[in-house]
């Protein structure tokens, strides 16, 4: 997401950063660079203009600061203007733009697009979204200009346990509409969401459609929905949109595939609507609510911790953690713990994603490869998945045959079944000692081979390869911190 422009901008700002002293040619070479890495992007050129001017007002009109470098003055220039160019509400740059609930039940949010932006698909996103604030969701299917849009609906909405409305053999999108608010009024829902017809590019029938399932149901948010890959053309989508029925807000979808970003930076500032969600993948999960501060931070290589705190947050049961934990201090755990550690790590998402919410790390991944970590953790899970549920209680009885029924289970060689085993043991005894005190290479006890003497573990590296199948070296943060190699 964005990895070419964040790549850009913070080459330009590395040649700042070199600086003791800036001078105004040195900010105009920069700026320079900004404005080629923006432009590249598909940002809007009248965007960029405005961008850069108040950028370089700023950058030769303001003091120093006492204490910061020239040039990471200028990356806060950068980061504050971003901000204030993302966010809805000048006068509160960083915040988000939720949902507006309506007074009384129901909410009803219509959604809008071109067709194949992912109408549906986030229609289901949504309702989980709202869902884990605790409202009752209702779906009604009103694409009926798409073949199975309405049987997509209703498989998206049963995997989120959604109620889907819909009337068979209508060709009347009105009529499922108004059918839909008076069922959601009946059943109590807090929200209803409508999903309209879309078609391949913007016409009047497509717009008379949508203006009268709009005047029917009187939506309290219109959400206009955005392919983030299509760059420039989104932003002359939305464009259309606003001037013909209105919107509320944007949902920008399959952000996860885009690069460059320039749809997200465009479209707020030339609309003047705010954007309120990224669709940043395939599950339903993959939905999170726009944050300008944290975008912005994550296009100028600073991390998202905020985000990478909030996942872990919904993905990790507290209690269950904390009863974890004790269970492998005590040097009890097993591999069902296991297991069910593994699923939860992998409600957080892929392993690249998390990583690049860590400060500084972003531009450093992109020559390593993860594809090799993330076969290893499936072969791991399908090798512990072969075992019976006493075997993964009891690792102790795993003896020879019961191995080779495994390996052959899981599709790997008997050895790999030992070097999954061996190694589990080993973080057991591990966790064991820490919690008695009686870990090898401790104070007054003999070391272990691979650590160093008066009880200090040698460090160990991370070193995941890269696409050329040589071990990565270590990249440092700003900071000086080590998050590959020894550091």
């Known amino acids: 997401m964005f990895d070419t422009l964040a790549e850009k901008l913070q080459a330009a700002f590395d040649k700042l950063r070199r600086n003791a002293k800036l001078s105004e040619a040195d900010v105009d070479t920069a700026l320079r660079e900004v404005r080629l890495a923006l432009l590249e992007a598909d940002v809007n050129f009248r965007v960029v203009k405005d961008f850069i001017a108040r950028i370089k007002e700023r950058a030769i009109g303001e003091q ?19 901000v204030a160019l993302l966010s809805a509400d000048p006068e509160k740059p960083g915040e988000s733009t939720d949902i507006a609930f309506a007074p009384t039940k129901p909410t009803v949010i219509m959604l809008c697009g071109l067709q194949g932006a992912g109408k549906t698909t986030l229609a289901a996103k949504l309702a989980k979204h709202l869902q884990k604030q605790g409202k009752v969701v209702g779906l009604a299917a009103c694409d009926l200009q798409r073949p199975a849009a309405v049987k997509q609906l209703e498989v998206v909405g049963e995997q989120v346990k959604a109620s889907v409305y819909t009337v068979p053999g209508s060709k009347d999108p009105v009529q499922v509409a108004t059918g839909a608010l008076e069922w959601a009024k009946s059943s109590r829902a807090d929200v209803l969401i409508l999903d309209t017809a879309g078609r391949l590019h913007v016409d009047d029938s497509l717009m008379t459609e949508l203006k009268a399932v709009r005047d029917a149901t009187r939506p309290h948010e219109v959400l206009l929905v955005l392919d983030a ?56 999960e993959a939905l999170e609510v726009f944050y300008p501060d944290r ?31 004790k269970k492998l201090m005590q040097g009890k755990f097993d591999f069902e713990d296991f297991l069910e550690q593994m699923q939860q790590m992998r409600k957080l998402g892929p392993l690249e994603q998390l990583l690049k919410l860590l400060p500084g790390v972003g531009t450093q991944l992109k020559d390593i490869d993860f594809s090799q970590g993330e076969r290893e953790m499936k072969k791991f899970e399908a090798i ?47 966790m064991r000692g820490l919690a008695t005190g009686q870990f090898p290479g401790m104070p007054g006890m003999p070391g272990m081979a691979g650590m160093r003497g008066g009880g200090a573990m040698a460090p160990m590296a991370i070193k995941p390869r890269n696409r050329k199948g040589k071990k990565g070296k270590g990249g440092g943060s700003p900071g000086g911190n080590r998050f590959f190699g020894r550091g």
């Open 295 to 325: 975008l912005a931070s994550r296009i100028l290589g600073m991390g998202d911790v905020l985000s990478l705190i909030e996942k872990a947050q919904e993905a990790v049961d507290e209690k269950r953690a904390a009863e974890m934990e």
């Open 384 to 430: 512990v998945r072969s075992m019976t549920k006493e075997e993964r209680r009891r690792p102790e009885i795993l003896n020879g045959s019961r191995r080779k029924r495994i390996a052959t289970g899981a599709g790997v060689s008997v050895q790999q079944v030992n070097e999954v085993v061996t190694k589990f043991e080993q973080m057991r005894q591990m």
């Open 64 to 82: 120093i600061l006492e204490g910061l470098e020239p040039g990471h003055q200028v990356v806060k220039f950068v980061h504050d203007e971003l």
């Open 229 to 284: 890959m299509t760059g420039q053309d989104a932003v002359n989508v939305a464009s259309e949109f606003q001037n013909a029925i209105g919107v509320d807000g944007f949902v920008l979808t399959k952000v996860d595939g885009d690069a460059r970003g320039g749809a997200a930076i465009s479209v707020r500032a030339v609309v003047g609507k705010p954007i309120k969600f990224l669709g940043v993948g395939e599950k339903l």
